[in-house]
């Protein structure tokens, strides 16, 4: 039987890595929408909360955790297709199969999409954390509070806790792109 360069070897190994690729992305997409859905709650109840007084509302702060949760959503969508390209590689029809370089090049665009979306969510929490910095910072020592916009509330935190979940889910489904990059690599060589 010959087979060409750019095709995942001998049907065995396609099958394995197939399954290993399925199940694979159903634990990154059941994570990461699990871990997306629960941010975007959180920052939904903190921009619609009149009380919250991170600067979440307008500006940059807005700007990059709307981009986070929109790139997290590409993300998603993104590791489901690899379900999809699992299936396919396990079709009984050969012409649904597709080659080691069209899966290598969906997971290395996977790869940029989960960096993007890593590289926000950090801007984010930083932003997020550095406004919780300086209204530490603002609340007089040892004196009294006379206004409540400058105690930290547990929506801040909460706050901080959905971009620490966005940077969770951006990280697992890089490192599970990474790890089928490297399982197709190394089929190739078998």
């Given at each position: 039987?010959?087979?060409q360069s750019n095709s995942i070897a001998h049907s065995n190994t396609r099958e394995n890595f197939a399954n290993q690729m399925r199940l694979?992305?159903?634990?990154g997409f059941g994570f990461e929408l699990t871990l997306g859905i629960v941010s975007?709650?959180?920052l939904l109840v903190a921009v619609f909360d009149p009380n919250f007084n991170i600067n979440l509302k307008s500006g940059l702060g807005l700007v990059s955790v709307g981009s986070g949760l929109i790139v997290l959503g590409i993300s998603i969508y993104w590791i489901f297709s690899y379900i999809q390209i699992a299936q396919k590689l396990l079709s009984a029809n050969p012409s649904d199969h597709l080659?080691?370089?069209?899966?290598?090049?969906?997971?290395?665009?996977?790869?940029?999409?989960?960096?993007?979306?890593?590289?926000?969510?950090?801007?984010?929490?930083?932003?997020i954390v550095g406004s919780l910095v300086l209204?530490?910072?603002?609340i007089p020592s040892g004196?009294?509070?006379?206004?409540?916009?400058?105690?930290?509330?547990p929506l801040d935190i909460f706050v901080?806790?959905?971009?620490?979940?966005m940077i969770t889910a951006e990280s697992l489904g890089l490192f599970i792109t990474f790890?089928?990059?490297?399982?197709?690599?190394?089929?190739?060589?078998?």
């Open positions: 039987m010959s087979i694979a992305s159903w634990i975007f709650i959180i080659s080691a370089e069209q899966v290598r090049n969906t997971l290395h665009i996977g790869i940029t999409i989960h960096f993007i979306g890593l590289l926000l969510t950090l801007l984010a929490a930083q932003i209204k530490a910072l603002t004196g009294a509070i006379y206004q409540t916009n400058q105690l930290i509330e901080v806790q959905a971009s620490i979940l790890w089928l990059l490297k399982q197709i690599n190394l089929t190739k060589k078998a």
